[in-house]
């Protein structure tokens, strides 16, 4: 199976693009942000981690637990809140990821290989609950924080291909500005701050940040692992730009 890494600044667009693909046939992917590279750099790269560490992450922690429908209350409606799973058999995947962590060629498995192998797994027990064909390439949405890890993903994955989504970066002011505003008005929305000045906004998020994003697309723009796709193009024309 190969592999494909969607990328972007925040509220750049990337929940949009990454649900749309989630249409596709021959995709495995969840339409959320589950940062699963990045949580495995971020907590679990090391020789102690074994498979089942990983699975108390993923299946407990991490987002992924959002589709859990006996999980209320616990999404944050301006990130992945607005996504209904109603009608997932959490547990029938639950169930499968438990399987694969006690068999004998998985339970041993640490560093790289198990993270190569896991991220497989992830995807492949995902496409069986929904029952659809074995998948061609999984995709996932490592969103702000995989400008960051680009080369450790490249060491693992060599085939990988990245989808870089940007967005004018007025608009994603406007955005988080709105956010704000929301927020001091009292809705619940964890992942953004209540106040953003154009300084925090350009310079916060070392690594993250739009300037990080104008460094990566001078640095990649002829590199033929990436793909820059334009929200704006996504928005105002989905079906040619898709």
């Known amino acids: 199976m190969k592999s494909c ?45 074994r498979y089942s560490h990983l699975n108390d992450f993923f299946l407990k922690s991490s987002k992924i637990k959002l589709m859990d429908e006996s999980r209320t209350g ?42 190569q192998k896991y991220i497989l ?17 999984f995709v996932s949405k490592e969103g702000n924080h995989g400008a ?33 505003e929301k927020k001091r008005q009292g809705v619940h929305s964890p992942t953004f701050k209540d106040n953003v000045s154009v300084c925090r906004f350009i310079n916060d998020n070392k690594g993250k940040n739009i300037s990080s994003y104008t460094e990566l697309y001078l640095e990649r723009a002829q590199d033929e692992k990436f793909h820059f796709v334009k929200y704006e193009n996504l928005v105002r024309k989905p079906n040619e730009e898709m």
């Open 121 to 137: 797994d992830l995807h492949r027990s995902l496409s069986q609950v929904l029952d659809v064909p074995n998948p061609k390439v």
């Open 74 to 115: 616990t999404a944050d409606i301006m990130n992945s809140g607005r996504i209904d799973f109603s009608g997932f058999d959490f547990k029938a995947f639950e169930h499968l990821q438990k399987e694969k962590s006690v068999m004998s060629e998985n339970s041993n498995l640490t560093g790289p290989k198990l993270i």
């Open 148 to 180: 960051n890890y680009i080369k450790e993903i490249i060491e693992l994955f060599p085939q990988a291909r990245f989808i870089v989504l940007v967005r004018d970066p007025r608009d994603i002011f406007v955005s988080f500005k709105v956010i704000a």
């Open 5 to 49: 890494f969607v990328i972007g600044p925040v509220k750049s667009g990337t929940t949009l693009l990454i649900s749309l693909l989630d249409s596709h046939p021959e995709l495995a992917l969840f339409p959320m942000e589950v940062k699963i590279f990045t949580h495995w750099i971020e907590r679990f790269a090391d020789d102690k981690t």
